[in-house]
């Protein structure tokens, strides 16, 4: 960081006494577009912070089954609504390494029912790269290898137990790989759409511009929600848990595009008007050649920041209709499917644990807003 003698700061290069202010601005002026935004993004501690966290959870994704403990579906019956068990690194003053203590089940007859109970006299060191549940890694590779497991006899639930028993931090992370996944997919289609249309609006103007305005005002006119729950309604119960996931995907990216094509009609609308556009034209490009190589790519910054603003209301979208029981069904894992099972209010009081899928969901959407508002401040990166 160079401090310029009017008290302003300048990145990177450092100062030199003999250079002037003029230098050192036009030095800066002349850095690659990519450079300027990256210097105002790291400024932005929330969004450098929060695209941290997200790059770490997609990248965690093709590993999710190798962190897990268990698999997602795998049932314990006799540790029904477990709660969330701690890992202990001391005991009776020494140090025994990660340990869980061994529970079990005994009635409780003031509340008539079943109470977990630790044998603390018995520290259980936790096994590291140990045989388990088969998954896939990546989706594509069998393994039965884990970071961690339980001691035999013991069990190793970070989060709880659900009512039939399956370990509430390993469904989170399988739940992961489709909620954090749905998003993208949705902002592909969302995207192609919206930039299609947008783009053909604003260009071409006339009869073409006013049809897909009548096709945007319409669908923009509709309740979403009850839309949601009509299309998701309309997929067919025998459909497999892969076909459900992509069918609630294109519905979410379908139902998202209209709000993009308007934005960049708008875009287009004020820059087919500029010297360069015309040139184009003048010098033969065609009507395509233009959109994809001058527009566009003036505009490719605005989609960037909708994208990361867009994907937490895809990610809700699922939840929402996993949730009400229309989106992904079991055996599926999604966040929302999940959430599912904590419908019941008395249930959740007492076992407070099974309503944390809420947790990642609300740490994701804060992560992509705080992302999109990074972005959206650094797009322009000679603004001060």
């Not at 959109?291 to 920041?305: D, E, Q, V």
Request: hydrophobic share 45%; with cysteine; net charge neutral.
């Amino acid at each position: 960081m160079t401090r310029l003698p009017d008290g302003r700061f300048v990145d990177d290069a450092p100062y030199d006494p003999n250079e002037s202010l003029h230098q050192i601005e036009r030095r800066d002026l002349d850095a690659p577009n990519w450079l300027l935004i990256w210097r105002k993004f790291r400024q932005h501690k929330l969004g450098l912070i929060s695209g941290i966290f997200l790059l770490l959870s997609y990248l965690m994704l093709p590993f999710a089954g190798f962190i897990a403990p268990y698999t997602p579906n795998e049932r314990m019956s006799e540790h029904l609504y477990a709660p969330p068990q701690s890992v202990h690194l001391w005991h009776e003053g020494r140090f025994v390494g990660p340990y869980v203590y061994p529970t079990k089940s005994e009635p409780d007859l003031e509340t008539f029912q079943w109470k977990i109970v630790p044998d603390t006299s018995r520290p259980m060191p936790l096994k590291f790269f140990c045989r388990g549940g088969s998954y896939r890694l990546a989706g594509l590779i069998p393994s039965k290898t884990h970071l961690f497991c339980a001691p035999e006899g013991a069990t190793v639930f970070l989060w709880g137990s659900d009512r039939l028993g399956r370990d509430v931090f390993s469904r989170i992370l399988y739940g992961a790989q489709l909620s954090l996944t749905v998003g993208l997919i949705g902002i592909t289609v969302s995207f192609l759409l919206g930039i299609s249309f947008g783009s053909i609006a604003g260009y071409f103007g006339g009869k073409i511009d006013w049809v897909i305005n009548r096709v945007i005002e319409i669908l923009r006119s509709l309740p979403e929600l009850p839309l949601w729950l009509a299309l998701s309604a309309a997929v067919p119960s025998n459909w497999g848990p892969v076909s459900v996931f992509f069918i609630i995907s294109i519905i979410l990216g379908i139902l998202d595009w209209p709000g993009l094509a308007r934005s960049v009609r708008a875009k287009f609308l004020s820059l087919r008007e500029e010297e360069y556009v015309r040139a184009a034209e003048m010098m033969g490009a065609s009507s395509g050649r233009v959109i994809r190589k001058h527009l566009l790519p003036n505009f490719m910054s605005h989609l960037i920041a909708s994208a990361t603003l867009s994907i937490p209301a895809m990610i809700l979208g699922e939840t929402a209709l996993s949730f009400l029981g229309l989106g992904l069904r079991a055996p599926a894992v999604s966040w929302g499917v999940m959430l599912n099972d904590a419908q019941n209010l008395a249930n959740v009081e007492i076992y407070w644990w099974t309503a944390i899928p809420m947790l990642p969901i609300i740490v994701v959407v804060l992560a992509f807003n705080f992302l999109g508002d990074g972005l959206r401040d650094s797009l322009d990166p000679y603004q001060s």
